[in-house]
């Protein structure tokens, strides 16, 4: 199973760190990304309280694109509880929501091919249509920074005319929430930084750097933050050629069971399904004779229609696995499962429906449990 492999590879990163790992990972796949989110908290705090009692350091590995702010405190807020040291483990992406967890860290392992991301959080808001839009933090003030600094507009009334404009179309609130948003940024960011950075007066203004740095000069929230960046930036980035090595290895299986390179897409399930026969179908085809009437007259009943139907295609079942807590102590999965509606219209479209059955963290042994089940 790829859960043992895994669980062995845990086990040989806690050998050669001697502290225990625990592991949470949030799926990039295509189709089914997943973001960090207050429902996987109850399987961090079995995590932690699985922790052997004289615990008084922890590795914290995380994979993610980010997502609820508040669990990147919570998680880290909970690992400050219960251990003196942290260590956070990145050996690949660990965006926003995510970098906030290892800026609550005393040292981040970074490997080569991991980055962290910028910390200004994005804001999704429903427009008069109820679409939904999403953008930065930092969007509204680089807009108003154009306007002064590229377009030379130094006139109050045209300035206050376009922010006018920008909170027509944002929403009052919505700058407001924007606003707020920045500062909690830079407060959780600073916060988590204090927890273990000196907060003298040289400490704090390292602190201050770092947070603004993150939180405004990228210009894009998907920057990658290299290792090398990282450093420079002010981070404690430490690097162990074993320790990437094992971590890219666990990196790898994990990718594998998040099936990270295979896109989730309804039409390849259905076309990779027993029913995609009955959606490929042959289509019938009517030779009407040239020498055809215009006064014929053909007439259909709904009953015609229902008897002339060959076949019906059945739902498809699909599931996929979207996050990870697990440990060489106790393992969760976060799998959904459902179903696909499906069927082919008359101009040859393949129409699909894909509905949720079930959507849970389920509890998973590691082979230690099924061993003493056994003998059991």
Known sequence: MSLDKRIALYQQIEAYRKRPLIVYVT???????????SDAIPCLIEQIDKLPPETKEVDFLIVSFGGDPM???R????????????SVLIPQ?????????ALGANEI?????GNLGPIDFQIVMEDASGQSRSYSTEDISAFLDFVREKLKLTDQEHIRTLFEKTCQEVGSLGIGFTARSSKLAEDMGGNLLAEHMNS???GQAKIHAIIDHMNRKFQSHGYPVNRKEAKNIGLNVQSDSTLDAL??????LLEEELKEREPFDPICELLNSSEASKLLAPVPQLDVPLCATATGHYNTTLSDLNNAVTSKVEPVDYGYTDAIVESPRVAFAHKVKGKILSHRTPDMQIRYNV??????WENLPVQSQRKERKSS
């Open 71 to 73: 669990v990147a405190w």
């Open 355 to 360: 509905l949720v059955k079930s959507s849970v």
């Open 93 to 101: 992406s660990a965006y926003s929501a995510a970098t906030l967890v």
């Open 247 to 252: 971590m890219w290895q666990a990196w790898l």
């Open 200 to 202: 003298g007066e040289t």
């Open 109 to 113: 392992m970074m490997h080569p091919n």
């Open 27 to 37: 799926s990039k796949r295509k189709g089914v990304v997943s973001m960090m989110s």
């Open 75 to 86: 998680i880290s807020s909970l690992l400050r509880q219960r251990v003196d040291k942290v």
